[in-house]
């Protein structure tokens, strides 16, 4: 089976945006191409487009044909839409991967986003419902996750005795290596007594343990080894390990909330496909949609043992300088989180990292990883890629 | 003027299930409810019972189910209280809980006519039954029928 290289990625600004979903998922087309001047929309054979909440907040279906036409693509071997929630934009690139590697296409753009503010403000409260399971949780009134997280959060300061001025660790870090991200949401930076006596969302999340509500897209070009060579004058980055795991759905069958069981599966098989272990890993980014999730993450993907993600915090240890940097460019706390876009703007930031031309670097980084979690923590995806092969 | 937004725009989603026959093939869960009862399906052939009901058992594929009660009364083991962006149609403060059902199963449920700071861990709660709204189905000759359903939550005893 063939290689298959990243060699393209950029994103439109993210924030509350007075622009169409349309408007938006053009930005990061032009943002992508930009990247890389030497590849074209000609080159391109196939484009998925991830969106979750296309039908519901811009009313549209059939995306990905129209996403296309926007960007002068078209495609002669694939062109469908994908729909993950959370982990929406990475489950594109795990089936762009797949769709090289088998041949089915050679150069397949892969671009997520969402236009999730409308013009009723306080629908955004409300449309989330639609991402759990809608018969048996939304009708409970979930579906904004804050609640979800604050039981994930007290069960594990329970348990391994995780302290709000760890979590609120988490939000410094990421606020911090978010200051100079141009396409961030937040670029402000914050200290940690301003997490801890920020205003309580649902205790013990309060406003800094949150990511907020994002409008925005990103885009990245995956070719095949061969082709990518040809197709880019900046080092080849490959993906060298990809997989996603779900064993439950509903929160009535989700066994263990503190221990991410699919987590540590996805996590398993995508390292036993890079041929790499959790500890070669030089850089991260995890799904911080709230504080207490990249700390869990820290323990489920291998980085610590288990209990002990608060300290892997407190002790920098996921900082620059520190054992694997999680977050470099922000996170879901600094950057926002637009479903379709996230697990994409994780994969470009690695992707820069990798090349060496990320706007905070880790220096000498050569294998990187990206995870999202989605809907009720109900499924996880995990992603390696490398400089090398080997 | 043609106006189906009639001044207002689309935003209504239904946050409850199609419960009726009509509709939904697990409907006596409804029926049940109604009777303040908490079932669940049970497989005939392998024994094993899944939580939501089913129409077809995902352990051995049968669909020779049966309905089985479930515990209606359970203990409280983590409470959150959500005060500020609770969705429209629901009360703030929006508490929630997960509860144990006599360890048949642990759902994380609302629970109604809490105030915050009221409910612990370690609390009782029980089973509460109330009318949602209801569901305006197109009759014949431009009727609309409102059937009425019922959901569930749970209340501190």
């Known amino acids: ?121 306080w629908e955004i409260n409300y449309s989330e419902l639609a991402s759990v ?120 069958n989700f066994s263990n909330w503190t221990t991410w069981e699919s987590l540590r599966i996805a996590a398993r098989q995508a390292y036993t496909k890079a041929r790499v272990t959790a500890g070669d890993i030089n850089v991260a980014q995890t799904h911080d949609c709230f504080t207490i999730s990249e700390i869990i993450e820290y323990e489920d993907l291998g ?8 300290y892997f915090i407190q002790e920098g240890k996921s900082d620059f300088g520190g054992q694997v940097p999680v977050n470099t460019d922000g996170g879901l706390l600094s950057c926002g989180h637009p479903f379709g876009a996230t697990g994409i703007r994780q994969g470009i930031e690695i992707m820069r990292q990798l090349r060496g031309d990320a706007v905070k670097q880790v220096e000498g980084a050569r294998i990187g990883l990206t995870h999202n979690l989605s809907g009720f923590i109900a499924a996880h995806t995990v992603l390696i890629y490398g400089r090398d092969l080997e | 003027m043609n106006s189906a937004l009639e001044g207002k725009y689309a935003v209504t989603m239904d946050m409850y299930p199609l419960e009726s026959s009509d509709f939904n093939r697990i409907h006596p869960f409804y029926d049940h409810l109604k009777e303040g009862r908490l079932t669940t399906t049970r497989c005939r052939d392998c024994g094993k019972k899944s939580f939501p009901p089913r129409v077809m058992c995902p352990h051995c594929m049968s669909e020779n189910l049966e309905w089985a009660d479930l515990p209606v009364t359970g203990t409280v083991l983590v409470v959150t209280e959500e005060e500020v962006g609770v969705p429209v149609g629901f009360e703030t403060p929006l508490i929630h809980a997960l509860i144990d059902l006599s360890g048949e199963l642990s759902l994380f449920a609302r629970i109604r006519g809490c105030k915050t700071g009221e409910l612990k861990e370690g609390d009782q709660v029980k089973l509460t039954v109330f009318p949602v709204d209801p569901l305006p189905v197109d009759g014949k000759k431009g009727v609309v029928i409102l059937q009425e359903r019922v959901f569930f939550a749970f209340e501190k005893l």
């Open chain 1, 1 to 121: 089976m063939r290689n298959v290289c990243v060699i393209a990625g950029g994103q439109s600004i993210w924030g509350v945006r007075k622009a169409t979903q349309r408007d938006i998922f053009q930005e990061a087309g032009k943002a992508c191409f930009q990247d890389n001047p030497a590849v074209s929309n000609k080159d391109i054979d196939g484009i998925i487009v991830g969106s979750a909440y296309t039908e519901r907040c811009s009313f549209q279906t059939h995306l990905a044909p129209l996403v296309a036409e926007y960007l002068g693509i078209q495609p002669k071997n694939l062109c469908v839409r994908v729909e993950l929630l959370c982990a929406t934009g990475s489950s594109g690139i795990i089936l762009a991967c797949a769709m090289i590697k088998s041949g089915q296409a050679d150069v397949v753009m892969v671009v997520g986003g969402e236009k999730l503010y409308t013009p009723q403000r």
């Open chain 1, 133 to 252: 399971d809608h018969d048996w949780d939304s009708s409970m009134g979930l579906g904004l996750p804050p609640p979800v997280f604050a039981a994930v959060a007290k069960q594990h300061m329970k348990l391994y005795g995780t302290t709000e001025e760890q979590m609120a660790m988490v939000s410094v870090k990421n606020r911090r290596n978010g200051l100079n991200n141009p396409k961030g949401q937040f670029r402000e930076e914050i200290n940690l007594e301003t997490a801890i006596n920020a205003k309580a969302i649902v205790p013990p999340m309060k406003l800094y343990d949150c990511c907020p509500v994002t409008d925005g897209a990103a885009a990245v070009i995956l070719a095949a080894e061969e082709k990518a060579k040809y197709l880019t004058d900046k080092p080849l980055v490959y993906i060298r390990g990809t997989a996603q795991a779900s064993l439950h759905n509903m929160s009535a």
């Open chain 1, 303 to 310: 980085f610590c043992e288990k209990g002990e993600g608060g």
